[in-house]
């Protein structure tokens, strides 16, 4: 056994001191609305005011500790941390935005087009993502048009999947989207090309790590945050004790 346990070790890499964090939630305060986020059945997704509040304390102890500065999502910088959420939750603005902008800390909310003009409102609407946009420090990235596995998809509906979501996007902003993050995670050489095709720059994926100003800006890691993060655990994902995740995902 002890034989077994050093091999483990022996495998997984050492901690990365250097790299540029992208920070993954989904949602905050949902489950007071009596609703979770799409999928979670771990409810790893779904995060209090209170858990919220304790791990961006934590993020930014770790930041001042170690010279890390926020910046927005998009940019490849060293020693860094960008903070995103996907799928576009109503609670972007009415709980996550009042505590990030007061702090001054800017963060980037991937938005599915179909959801954002449908009728579920625990989705922002196109009146809301423009609030958001407007707000110091707030941008907005394309979710896929439907939110579906965009490797599930043949190449006509990949192309018309992708140019919708950033069509739509750009209609009700008024200016240009070209970061998007895959839905699901799903991606391939396929939904590389077809990304870039479509006109993006930037995607965010859920693969486990931290980025170099010389990786794919197409295939941008992130640091998947959970409910359940004590002080310690977001301290050891954001100083890259967890990267060894990297291999599961």
Known sequence: MAGLVGEVFRLVPRPQAHGHRILMYHSVGLEQSGTTVDGDTLGI????????????????????STGMSFVPFGSVLRDTISITFDDGYTDAL???APILCARQIPFHIFVSSARMNGSDRKYLSPEQVVELANMPGVTIGAHGATHRSLTSLSSPELAAELQASKVDLEAVLQKTVNTMSYPFGHVDESVHKASHDAGFTF????KWGFNEASGDPLLQRRIDMWSGDNKRTVENKILGHWNWFGLLT
């Open 94 to 96: 009415t709980v996550i």
């Open 45 to 64: 997704y779904s995060m209090t005011l209170a858990q919220f509040t304790q791990q961006i304390d934590a993020i930014q102890g770790v930041a001042r």
């Open 203 to 206: 995607a965010a994926t859920s």
